[in-house]
C-alpha cells in the first residue's frame, strides 16, 4: 500500500505564510490522486477545506489555498489565525483506495 | 442543511460485534456514497471505506485493515447508512466518524463521530 508523508509539525507566527505538503511513495502526486486536506481541531471532527488539490467548499477560509507543487501536493496559509492552530490531514486516492497522510500539527504561535 | 450523526458506539468487549449508523438530513441520501473513517485516541485518522449510491451498485471498498471484519450497508427509504464491525479487538477503539461522499462525489460534510470502546 502506499504511504502518504507529511510534515509532522510546523510553526507559523500569527498573520504569517506557512506551507504544508503532502507526498506519495508511489511517486509525483497528480491530480489524479484527488487530493484532499482536512483540517481537525481538538475535540471536533474534520472538516474538508480542500479537493481536488486546489478547490475550496464554501467554507473554507480564503486564506487558505492548495496547489500540486514539486511532486507533492500542498496546502498554503496565508496570513495564519490563532484559529488555524489544528491538525491537517491529506488524502489521496490509489485505485479504488484512499490513503491518509499521518497529519501535520499547525501550531501558530 | 446537510447533516450527518452517527450513533451505537458502546463500550463493547473483545470478540463481540457491534453495528454503527449514520443518519443523514437535509440532502437526497440516495444520490451519495457514504463513507467511513476512524480515529483511534490519540492517533491519527484511519480512512475505512466507502459504500456508493445505487447509481454505481452500492458497492463497497474497505481499507486493507478492516477487509473481512467491517461491513457497509444502507437503507436510502430511512436515510442511513451502518457499518457493521465483526470479531472486535482492542485496537479497534476509536471514534468512527461517516461522511458524505468519497468515491463518485466529493468528501464534504461530517458527522461528529461515535466512540467504540473495546475492553474487557
Known amino acids: 500500500q502506499a504511504v502518504v508523508t507529511q510534515e509532522p509539525s510546523l510553526t507559523v507566527s500569527p498573520g504569517g505564510t506557512v506551507t504544508l505538503t503532502c507526498g506519495s511513495s508511489t511517486g509525483a502526486v497528480t491530480s489524479g490522486h484527488y487530493p484532499y486536506w482536512f483540517q481537525q481541531k481538538p475535540g471536533q471532527a474534520p472538516r474538508t477545506l480542500i479537493y481536488h488539490a486546489s478547490n475550496k467548499h464554501s467554507w473554507t477560509p480564503a486564506r487558505f489555498s492548495g496547489s500540486l507543487l514539486g511532486g507533492k501536493t500542498a496546502l498554503t496559509l496565508s496570513g495564519a489565525q490563532p484559529e488555524d492552530e489544528a491538525e491537517y490531514y491529506c488524502l489521496l486516492f490509489y485505485n479504488d483506495i484512499w490513503v491518509l497522510g499521518g497529519g501535520t500539527k499547525l501550531t501558530v504561535l | 442543511e446537510v447533516q450527518l450523526m452517527e450513533s451505537g458506539g458502546d463500550l463493547v468487549k473483545p470478540g463481540q460485534s457491534l453495528r454503527l449508523s449514520c443518519t443523514a438530513s437535509?440532502?437526497?441520501?440516495?444520490?451519495?456514497?457514504i463513507s467511513w473513517f476512524r480515529q483511534a485516541p490519540g492517533k491519527g485518522l484511519e480512512w475505512i471505506g466507502f459504500?456508493?449510491?445505487?447509481?454505481?451498485?452500492?458497492?463497497?471498498q474497505y481499507a486493507a485493515s478492516v477487509k473481512g471484519r467491517f461491513a457497509f450497508s444502507r437503507d436510502d427509504s430511512k436515510n442511513v447508512a451502518h457499518l457493521q464491525i465483526n470479531s472486535l479487538n482492542t485496537e479497534d477503539t476509536a471514534v468512527y466518524y461517516c461522511?458524505?461522499?468519497?468515491?463518485?462525489?466529493?468528501?464534504?460534510?461530517w458527522g461528529q463521530g461515535s466512540l467504540v470502546t473495546v475492553s474487557s
Open positions: 461522511t458524505r461522499g468519497g468515491r463518485y462525489e466529493l468528501f464534504d460534510y
Open positions: 437535509g440532502f437526497t441520501f440516495g444520490d451519495y456514497d
Open positions: 459504500i456508493t449510491s445505487k447509481t454505481y451498485g452500492e458497492r463497497s
